[in-house]
C-alpha cells in the first residue's frame, strides 16, 4: 500500500493485491522467469538490472519473487504455454504492453 507521503507503491502482491504496470513495447522488463508448476504462465524467479539501473518493474516496489504474470493486455496467461508468453512478452510490435501480476497463492487459489 502507498506509504503517508506518497512514498512506496501504490499496490502490491504481498497484501493480495493485482498489480499493473505499463511498458513501451520496446522496454525491457528486467524480470527472470519460468513456467508455472503446469508448464503456463510466467513466475517471476528475479530480477536484472538493464544497464546497471532498475527496471519499471522494479521500481514500482510492489511486484516480488514468486509473483506471477498472469496477464498481458488482454490477454489471460493461465492457459498460455510458458514459450507463447515469453513470445509475447518479447514482441516488439506490441507497442505497449499492460502487464498484470498477482502473487503465487492467490494465482493458484483462482486456478
Known amino acids: 500500500m502507498a506509504a503517508e ?3 512506496g507503491p ?7 493485491e493485482i498489480v499493473s504496470i505499463l511498458l513501451s513495447g520496446s522496454e525491457p522488463d528486467g524480470l527472470k522467469l519460468k513456467a508455472d508448476r503446469d508448464g503456463f504462465a510466467a513466475v517471476i524467479v528475479g ?7 532498475f527496471s519499471t518493474i522494479q521500481r514500482h516496489g510492489g511486484i516480488h519473487s ?3 504474470l498472469y496477464q498481458i493486455n488482454e490477454s489471460n ?5 510458458y514459450g507463447d ?11 505497449r504492453k499492460q502487464l498484470k501480476f498477482i502473487n503465487n497463492s492467490e ?3 483462482r486456478k
Not at 47 to 53: A, M, N, S, T, V
Not at 85 to 95: P, S
Open 5 to 7: 507521503g506518497g512514498f
Open 85 to 95: 508468453v515469453i513470445t509475447m512478452l518479447r514482441d516488439r510490435n506490441l507497442l
Open 47 to 53: 530480477f536484472e538490472r538493464i544497464k546497471g539501473k
Open 66 to 68: 514468486n509473483d506471477v
Open 10 to 16: 501504490t499496490k502490491d502482491t504481498a497484501v493480495g
Open 107 to 109: 494465482y493458484y487459489a
Open 77 to 81: 496467461l493461465e492457459n498460455m504455454p
